[in-house]
């Protein structure tokens, strides 16, 4: 199956291109139920194009999008094993959600202007209106070996049932991954792949806890694993990213 799909300015990470973890998901949106049981790898090549058509490819076994020659990504069925950590409890990420970087108004941010790391982020910035952005600001919490964010979506995001889709929740998981590192002083580049696999449903308004904790570093490879947790505690989707290089 060959078909075009625009990705909207809205849906940013860098102010010129897609967000990593939105483009992932959408991505991994095209494989079947079957092939993503186990978890989606996706390997991001190039910048994602805004409010321009891709090509997305799709058969059996992957799916990927080009401009041109171009690959932007590639989607493959990958099962993924994770540990992931305990998270706290959504008062206790509430509570320290002024330190989040996102927030920080001193901090050298990715684009000149505007409040925190990255105003306009689809993800995580700080200058995008609730129903236009998901504002994942993560921090780190004391007792948690990483950071967490008290996420509460915006209804706007949800489907006809009242649940996020699949998409969303990868962009969810995307900035949390990159701001365990930050907590740890260390600014990274820009997201390679990312590994995901959806367990549960998701619905809009639930008070939501993100987490992110650093796993390891190989030469301009940063490891990072990413959770999310609904209001029952109830693990509902977990990523492992691969960020390259460093800013810093």
């Not at 990705?7 to 959408?26: K, W």
């Not at 058509?53 to 069925?77: K, N, R, W």
């Not at 987490?211 to 029952?232: D, V, Y």
Request: hydrophobic share 40%; aromatic share 8%.
């Amino acid at each position: 199956m060959n078909q075009h799909v625009v990705v909207a300015e809205q849906f940013r990470g860098p102010p010129d291109s897609g967000n990593g973890g939105y483009g992932s998901g959408l991505l991994a949106g095209y494989l079947s139920p079957s092939a993503a049981a186990e978890g989606v790898e996706v390997t991001l090549r190039a910048p994602t194009p805004l409010d321009s058509p891709m090509l997305m490819q799709v058969d059996d076994t992957q799916a990927s999008a080009h401009v041109g020659e171009t690959l932007i990504g590639q989607a493959l069925p990958k099962k993924l094993a994770l540990d992931v950590p305990r998270p706290p409890s959504f008062a206790q990420a509430l509570a320290v959600q002024q330190n989040s970087p996102a927030l920080d108004p001193e901090i050298e941010n990715i684009v000149y202007g505007g409040v925190g790391f990255h105003p306009i982020c689809f993800c995580c910035g700080a200058d995008v209106a609730a129903d236009q952005g998901l504002r994942v600001f993560a921090a780190p919490v004391p007792g948690f070996s990483g950071v967490a964010a008290a996420w509460q979506p915006d209804t706007a995001f949800q489907d006809d049932k009242g649940f996020l889709p699949a998409e969303i929740i990868w962009a969810a998981l995307d900035c949390p991954g990159q701001y365990a590192y930050l907590a740890e002083g260390i600014r990274t580049g820009l997201l390679g792949r990312m590994t995901a696999k959806v367990l549960k449903s998701v619905s809009a308004g639930d008070q939501i806890v993100i987490t992110g904790w650093c796993i390891e570093m190989e030469g301009k490879k940063h490891f990072a694993g990413t959770a999310l947790f609904n209001q029952k505690g109830e693990c509902c989707a977990y990523s492992k990213q691969v960020w390259i290089g460093r800013l810093d």
